[in-house]
């Protein structure tokens, strides 16, 4: 005869009790939670207004030195993750502040690491002994394990949004990390010298790749801005992100970085696109223009220096009021060669 319930019961938390001494416990009781029919993140959508923003990042110029800190940045946390130190399940976001004069000093982590410009013009970073100066809508990357430093020898302050994999890394416990021996590191490259050798769909004919990393580390919004503009005139429109361009590694096609994906797109004005979801969690940062985000029903209006994210399978429409260009990243390179990448619309 079965057991009446009450009896079960008591014998199953007698069970549960005993093997958790030894560190088991069941799988019935949990499987609900760890298989889900659709993806379950605790990540919420939101968006950090420039207008907010910034006079903070000023305040925090007046309480720490760049030196101090080693970097100045405050993080963006998602909502659902606060302490966490992540803008989603898989990516770090954060807005580093650079004054005139300061230098941020040398270092290298295995974690990768991009930064878009957002805030004025001037500063330089230097990747593996090589320099460039930095504008608004440039994307330049930092390689894993490769030396960098920030410096700003401009007369205005220089902000960026940090993007990088330091969740993912965590997770594989893989992270590690080392100061550089002096505050900048020796330069041996001219500037220009890897846009040269790289970005002009060439490359040196001895190069041979030592990472998946692009080895084109600094793409210059104006030439991103000009494509985009190619493309509005000669191409078809998206019908759920209008103009959308994909940054990838010159040399193999692949993705610029193999942890981030990064992309830039423009929304003509008046754009209203259709309702759009995929299984990565998205960060945007808008360049030019206004409108809103509206994601599972909540809306978000945007305009430049704004970053939003948008959570993994919660469907989003991006409408642009004027036209507007917006960068972004995810973890969508590691899905896809994963086979766990998906997308609806």
Known sequence: MPMPQADATRERKTFYDKIDHANCTPLWEVLHALVTATPNTPCRPYLWNWSTVW???????????????????????????????????SMYAGLQLILPGEVAPAHRHSQSALRFILHGQGAYTAVDGEKVTMNVGDFVITPSWSFHDHGNPSDQPMVWLDGLDLPLVELLDAQFMEKGEHERQSINHSAGDNLARFGNTMKPVEYRPR??????????????????????????QHACWGYKLQYTNPVTGDWAIPTIGTFMQLLPRGFKGIPYRSTDSTVYAVVEGTGRCVIDGESFEFGPKDVFVCPSWMPYQLEADEQAVLFSYSDRPVQQVLDLWREAF
């Open 55 to 89: 006079p903070w990042l000023q305040e925090a110029g007046e309480l720490i030195t760049a030196r101090e800190a080693e970097r100045r940045v405050l993080v963006l946390e998602n909502p659902g993750l606060r302490g966490r130190s992540r803008i989603t399940h």
């Open 211 to 236: 990472s998946r990393t692009s080895p084109l580390f600094w793409y210059p919004y104006e030439r991103t801005r000009a494509a985009l503009e190619t493309m509005k005139t000669h191409g078809s």
